[in-house]
């Protein structure tokens, strides 16, 4: 009965993925020989699913098929392996797989304390989306990234799915602000328009993951990476090692930036000192951007764009950029504040499903934003040179 459930779950999210038609009857009969073996590992079916997704797609919450982290929860047998301990690092492979850090259960507040977004400047069209506050129990056993993934982990994954490039990608230019369409097309694939802006200070480029427009090493977080993509990898991720790799909910992601601080950062809140703790719109930045009026000019951190990860301090969890650098894709559906939020630390599965929650900051972020509670909502098929992610991975 179980491998009968497992063999259904995995084929009813194989059927909300494959998009367009024609790819997928084309792919139909492999998939079927995949899924219908009665003697398949659930590798062999994480296999199948990672090869589906390997291509474009649309996700059909419609369909009760919302992510990979839904279809894993039901379909995994339960943990055989006691769960190592809090602060443990390791990795479930030699090659590609990111370096884990496991997490320990606890309790936090969630959200932005009254007068934080007031005290750090925030744009008025971006208040009220981090409150109210609330209690997040994080009962559950997981682990989270030690750092983004890489451009050398995402080109593993890229290499063994045969995943094509995409089209374009969306960077800054001087100005600073606003974006500008691309392709003329506004469908939600990868090859979708970008919200036209008067200002266009962001601009569409023919740049991708491994060329974003600025040079980058292996150990640079991979950018120019949609919500979609990321969900491809967990897939792959998945089918690779055999366990449960998915993005992390809002709560975990919070949880584990904040590390049992309380303050609006994890290191300084001390704009001359920000420099020494997370990659942001600095001086360095400010020089190749001097347009973009937002930028810290109170010190330098080293880079005007990405920087290496881990070229800066962990916070206390021992992980490393969860402020500055990248912004991180999570689970969740985009709500616009946390009134009938989830408390127990599982991802919102309900809202604007169309757009997921966005946490960090980034390499060319306003410092107002780079705070742990910051939280924006973004569609799901963006690729922009400020976004990548981090996995978690459940026990």
Not at 118 to 145: K, M, W, Y
Not at 330 to 336: A, G, K, S, Y
Request: include cysteine.
């Amino acid at each position: 009965m179980k491998k009968i459930l497992i063999q259904y779950a995995v084929c009813v999210l194989a059927v909300a993925l494959m998009v367009p038609l024609a790819r997928a009857q084309s792919q139909t009969a492999g998939l079927q020989a995949t899924f219908a073996k009665d003697a398949g590992t659930l590798s062999e079916k994480f296999t199948g699913l990672a090869r589906v997704m390997s291509g474009k797609y649309d996700w059909k919450p419609g369909q009760g098929v919302r992510s990979v982290a839904d279809v894993f929860k039901t379909t995994l047998p339960p943990a055989r392996v006691q769960t190592p301990a809090p602060g443990t690092s390791f990795r479930d492979c030699s090659n590609g797989c990111p370096e884990m850090v496991v997490v320990k259960q606890g309790r936090f507040t969630m959200g932005a304390p009254a007068g934080e977004e007031a005290r750090e400047n925030l744009p008025d069209q971006f208040r009220g989306r981090s409150v109210p506050q609330h209690l997040i129990t994080i009962r559950h056993e997981f682990a989270i990234g030690k750092f983004d993934v890489t451009r050398d982990e995402y080109a593993q994954f890229v290499a063994e799915t045969n995943r094509p490039d995409p089209d374009n990608c969306i960077t800054a230019n001087a100005s600073g602000t606003g974006f500008i369409a691309t392709n003329g097309k506004c469908r939600p694939d990868p090859d979708s328009c970008i919200t036209v802006n008067a200002s266009a200070g962001f601009i569409a480029t023919n740049g991708n993951w491994h060329s974003p427009g600025f040079p980058q090493t292996g150990r640079d977080p991979v950018v120019c990476v949609s919500w979609d993509d990321a969900q491809a990898y967990v897939a792959w991720l998945s089918a690779k090692t055999g366990h449960v790799y998915r993005l992390p909910t809002e709560a975990e992601w919070e949880y584990a930036a904040r590390a049992g601080t309380t303050t609006a950062r994890y290191g300084s809140d001390n704009p001359a000192e920000f420099c020494r703790y997370s990659n942001v719109a600095d001086l360095d930045y400010s020089e190749q951007h001097p347009g973009d009026s937002g930028s810290n000019r109170a010190c330098r951190d080293g880079y005007a764009f990405t920087s290496p990860v881990g070229s800066f301090p962990p916070n206390q969890f021992g992980l490393y950029d969860m402020l500055g650098n990248v912004m991180d894709w999570n689970e969740d559906c985009w709500n616009t504040n946390y009134s009938g939020a989830p408390t127990d630390g599982t991802a919102w599965q309900s809202g604007d499903c169309g757009r997921r929650v966005m946490r960090g900051g980034s390499w060319d972020a306003d410092l107002s934003v780079v705070r742990s509670a910051s939280r924006r909502g973004i569609p799901t098929f963006y690729r922009v040179t400020t976004f990548g992610f981090r996995v978690a991975r459940t026990f």
